[in-house]
């Protein structure tokens, strides 16, 4: 593993309401490596884009950080200002978002939409400007007239593409990306992975890929965190992870792949995994128990190095315990 260039130590992060508390993620340990992507897979709702947000100081205003620290080039993120926050953002660390339509101001042409960026970061004429984002909307792959237009007038695929190029205007070390290509059609879906792929790799950047589809860890990303209940469950490089999965959740992502000789059989999805959760409070797991395919769990232990460079929260199946 390279050096890191992001550390998340024991992160623990609450949304508070008048009556009860929420723990959306629950000592989270998160290691980004320069120029290495980094996959954080989980069910909805098991606290990846809590754990993004978190490190961009973009919390919804109900939640807070109990604990922890978020370590960026050796400076801790949590206790940076907001205005030092806004420094980092969009220059040091980006985010691409899933949703672009709701990403892109409808009222702006894609080319005011770049250059507002640029002028944020950088001092440039209008006309280095224009030249700047004519060369950014080359990069992802749109040809210069979509400079002139409104989003309203762009597929989702391109919206995507015009949001990445916003997102690498200012030439991070970092970027997000929460899946991003959640509504495009697989063909399309390639082309972002590429280019965001294709950036890490010119620039020795590092990816923050966050997704539910074990198929695109496989192709895009190093290392992977797989995340249930607000938790890590297991984590690694990718090819251990394949090679030797542990945890049952992490076995029913991987089966949940499409595989080529598959083409008759109905693929097992992630959904049918049944999580019957004892206590569960909204979309959240509680942490004394839970049930995988019918089988109900121990609460897991703290994560156990069970061979080099690979982690797993071990448990005990209640049954085999004699309860
Ligand atoms: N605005 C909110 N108000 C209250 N609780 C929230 C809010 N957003 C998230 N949560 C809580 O935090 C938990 C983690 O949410 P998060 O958005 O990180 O999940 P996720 O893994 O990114 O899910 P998805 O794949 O659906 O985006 C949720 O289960 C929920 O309990």
Known sequence: MSAPLLEIKDLHVSFYDKKSKITAVQGVDLTIPNGETVAVIGESGSGKSITSLSILGLL?????????????????????SNKEMQQIRGS?????????????????????????????????????????????????????????????????GMKQRVLIAMALSGEPSLLIADEPTTSLDVTV????????????????????????DFGVVAEYADRVYVMFGGKVVEAGDVYTLFRNPIHPYTKGLISSIPKISDTEERL??????????????????APETYSIENKVYDAPSELVEVEPDHYVRLFVEKEAVGR
Do not use: C
């Open 268 to 285: 097992k999805s992630v959904s049918d995994f049944v999580f019957e959760e004892v206590g569960y409070v909204g979309r959240r797991f």
């Open 60 to 80: 919804p205003l109900s939640a807070s950080v109990d604990n922890g620290s978020i370590l960026f080039k050796d400076h801790n993120l949590l206790k940076f």
């Open 189 to 212: 879906q390639s082309q972002i992975l590429d280019l965001i792929n294709d950036y890490k790799i010119e620039n020795d950047a590092s990816i923050l890929l966050i997704t539910h």
């Open 92 to 156: 040091e660390i980006s985010m691409v978002f899933q949703d672009a339509q709701a990403s892109l101001n409808p009222a702006m042409k894609v080319g005011v939409l770049i250059t507002e960026g640029l002028k944020a970061r950088k001092k440039l004429t209008k006309h280095e400007q224009r030249s700047e984002a004519l060369r950014l909307l080359r990069m992802v792959g749109l040809k210069n007239h979509v400079y002139d237009q409104f989003p309203s007038q762009l597929s989702g």
